[in-house]
């Protein structure tokens, strides 16, 4: 069994649970932004014991958790809409349409959210960029745009993403990150059950 199909449908049913665990998924990838996978962990526990005055909400983290609490239950029926009442590429769309609009995320960290919530999709993050050879404007997305373009910023997206596979992005990702740092990490499980662990611990 690979590592996706072993833990990805942890964290999907964690995600899905109710809005607040939805909250806590959204949280795990704006403060993963710019940082370390290995220091994810501590950052939850400081996030989840201190709100807005933790340490590691800062900048544009601070917006997307102001936005969170305003805006969560909304989130959350959207999402779980969208995953009862419609599948594949459509399903896609929807979920992507609705974390790009989470204020702070921008195309990989909405498919980052995709890939936790539902198992679709994935992350186009620097260390994806740079394997895959993929452009960094393809990742642009201006928060002004009109909602024909950001669709358009969407499908173009996703299908970066359609050849590889949310289940290969994953466990190839989680691969690349326990060979780069063999001193924070046992091995390719190591990282990829930390997605699950990071939430619930």
């Known amino acids: 069994m690979s590592n ?4 990805n449908p942890l964290i999907n049913a964690y995600a899905q649970a109710s809005p607040k665990n939805l909250k806590h998924v959204v949280m795990m990838v704006a403060l993963s932004i710019q940082q370390r996978w290995d220091t994810v962990g501590d950052q939850m526990q400081d996030y989840k014991a201190n709100g807005v005055d933790s340490r590691f909400v800062w900048g544009n983290k601070i917006k997307t958790l102001v936005w969170l609490d305003d805006n969560i239950d909304t989130l959350y029926e959207v999402v779980m809409s969208a995953i009862s009442e419609s599948k594949g590429r459509k ?24 890939q936790l919530v539902a198992g679709r999709v994935g992350c186009i993050d620097v260390h994806n960029l740079k394997r895959l050879d993929i452009p960094e404007t393809a990742l642009k997305l201006s928060p002004k745009i009109s909602d024909k373009t950001r669709t358009k910023k969407i499908v173009d997206y996703l299908d970066i993403c359609k050849p590889h596979g949310c289940a290969w992005l994953w466990n190839t990702w989680c691969q690349l990150i326990a060979d780069k740092y063999p001193e924070k990490w046992a091995n390719v499980d190591h990282v990829s059950s930390a997605h699950y662990d990071f939430l619930i611990n």
């Open 4 to 7: 996706f199909k072993k833990h």
């Open 91 to 114: 399903l896609e769309i929807k979920l992507m349409e609705a974390f790009t609009r989470v204020d702070g995320l921008g195309l990989a960290k909405a498919g980052f959210c995709c």
